[in-house]
């Protein structure tokens, strides 16, 4: 089976400042795969070692600043066979429907004959849980999302959605897009020999070969308005007066 894995690589959150005015200054973020992605890797890395004779290949949409040597080596360290990645300014600020169209290109020009295509629950940075939709309507094939586990039967994916009171069964046909959740598998570490042999693996950068069409222009992005603190000065030894105030402000 030909398994892509759709990989987003964002600025590392932990890197990310709040200026005075409010503005994220992402001078000292460096790029690094989405954490929910992580998950979708190690998915596609255990659903091909279930199906002998799986490749898995990946493919990412990114802004040309995220064109970043050691997330590229990352994502093939994680059980990754070749990577496709796409590169345009303009996927900073594009939306799931721009990023969708971007990765159909990679998908019919690169792996036009794919079984399956694995996203993660979201982005690290933005969320929106919709690239995985768009994608599959993009490519006309059905779409199913917080998949928790994946099953090969013939031309056919068997996938389980665990909800709050029961499991879903649900039987996909092939070829397919699938969301996973974050349960469906614990990341994998990648050690020193993966790395290393991360470094021989093919990849492919290319700037994108659609127009990135952003309808929606972003014209600020600022952290919340911290409102002020409140407080409340009591006199030394007044301790019912401050119980009294705790219970009120507990309520």
Same mark, same amino acid.
């Not at 199906?51 to 995220?66: F, H």
């Given at each position: 089976?030909?398994?892509v894995?759709?990989?987003?690589?964002?600025?590392?959150?932990?890197?990310?400042?709040?200026?005075?005015?409010?503005?994220? &200054?992402?001078? +000292? %973020? $460096?790029?690094? /795969?989405?954490?929910?992605?992580k998950?979708? =890797?190690?998915a !596609?890395?255990?659903? @091909?070692?279930?199906?002998?004779?799986?490749?898995?290949?990946?493919?990412?949409?990114?802004?040309?600043?995220? &064109?970043?040597? +050691? %997330? $590229?080596?990352n /994502?093939?360290?994680?059980?990754?066979?070749? =990577?496709?990645? !796409?590169?345009?300014? @303009?996927?900073?600020?594009?939306?799931?429907?721009?990023?969708?169209?971007?990765?159909?290109n990679?998908?019919?020009?690169?792996?036009?004959?794919?079984?399956? /295509?694995?996203?993660?629950?979201?982005?690290?940075?933005?969320? !929106?849980?919709?690239?995985?939709?768009?994608?599959?309507?993009?490519?006309?094939?059905?779409?199913?999302?917080?998949?928790?586990?994946?099953?090969?039967?013939?031309?056919?994916?068997?996938?389980?959605?665990?909800?709050?009171?029961?499991?879903?069964?649900?039987?996909v046909?092939?070829?397919?897009v699938?969301?996973?959740?974050?349960?469906?598998?614990?990341?994998?570490?990648?050690?020193?020999?993966?790395?290393?042999?991360?470094?021989?693996?093919?990849?492919?950068?290319?700037?994108a070969a659609?127009?990135?069409?952003?309808?929606?222009?972003?014209?600020?992005?600022?952290?919340?308005?911290?409102?002020?603190?409140?407080?409340?000065?009591?006199?030394?030894?007044?301790?019912?007066?401050?119980?009294?105030?705790?219970?009120?402000a507990?309520?």
């Open positions: 089976m030909k398994i894995v759709a990989v987003k690589v964002v600025p590392d959150d932990q890197d990310i400042f709040v200026s005075p005015d409010r503005s994220l &200054d992402y001078s +000292k %973020a $460096k790029p690094k /795969i989405s954490e929910y992605d998950n979708a =890797l190690e !596609a890395a255990q659903f @091909a070692a279930a199906n002998d004779g799986s490749q898995v290949i990946a493919i990412s949409a990114v802004p040309a600043k995220n &064109d970043d040597t +050691k %997330a $590229k080596q /994502i093939l360290a994680l059980g990754v066979d070749e =990577l496709f990645m !796409a590169t345009d300014d @303009a996927l900073e600020t594009a939306d799931s429907y721009a990023t969708a169209q971007v990765l159909k990679i998908v019919e020009t690169k792996v036009p004959d794919y079984d399956v /295509i694995i996203c993660g629950d979201g982005s690290a940075d933005l969320y !929106a849980g919709q690239v995985n939709i768009q994608l599959a309507a993009a490519l006309g094939v059905p779409t199913i999302n917080e998949v928790t586990s994946l099953t090969a039967e013939g031309d056919k994916l068997v996938v389980e959605r665990t909800l709050d009171e029961e499991v879903e069964e649900i039987e046909p092939l070829p397919a699938v969301s996973v959740s974050p349960d469906i598998a614990t990341p994998r570490i990648a050690g020193m020999r993966d790395i290393l042999a991360a470094k021989k693996k093919p990849q492919t950068v290319e700037a659609v127009p990135v069409d952003v309808k929606v222009d972003v014209e600020e992005i600022k952290a919340p308005e911290l409102a002020p603190r409140k407080n409340q000065i009591f006199e030394e030894g007044d301790i019912d007066a401050f119980v009294a105030a705790v219970a009120e507990l309520k």
